[in-house]
């Protein structure tokens, strides 16, 4: 991914070695780090229990919020691409009980939201 895909927010796969040293101590034992995107600063991630959803503040990144969902915990989802004037796609994630989307991911075009699509298809379905 280069960097004017990151400054049109088109997220794109990131070798799983480049976050493992930031994320190694959020894990569990037996927990891997299956696949993971990266949109400008922050991160969507698969690990084989759960899913990773950084978020990096301020102009230096040091602080950073990790949202952790167990698949299990979500209910549904949803995806809508880009279309001809728009220019980013959406993954919107339900979580069990509630009746507005818990997350919304934003995702330009490429393949990289049918890679999440299929990727919550597999965890959740």
Do not use: C
Not at 49 to 77: H, M, P, W
Request: proline share 2%; aromatic share 6%; no cysteine.
């Amino acid at each position: 991914m280069g960097l004017l895909d990151g400054i049109l927010g088109n997220a794109g796969s990131v070798n799983i070695e480049s976050v493992r040293e930031e994320i190694s101590p959020l894990l569990i034992e037996g927990e891997n780090i299956e696949n993971a995107f990266k949109l400008v600063r922050d991160l969507v991630i698969f690990t084989n229990k759960r899913l990773i959803l950084t978020d990096k503040q301020g102009l230096t990144a040091k602080k950073v919020e990790y949202k952790s969902i167990a698949y299990r915990g979500i209910s549904k989802f949803a995806t809508e691409t880009a279309g001809h004037f728009d220019l980013d796609g959406e993954v919107k994630i339900w979580i069990s009980g509630q009746v507005e989307p818990s997350e919304k991911l934003q995702f330009g075009k490429g393949e990289a939201l049918a890679q999440v699509q299929q990727l919550l298809a597999q965890k959740v379905l």
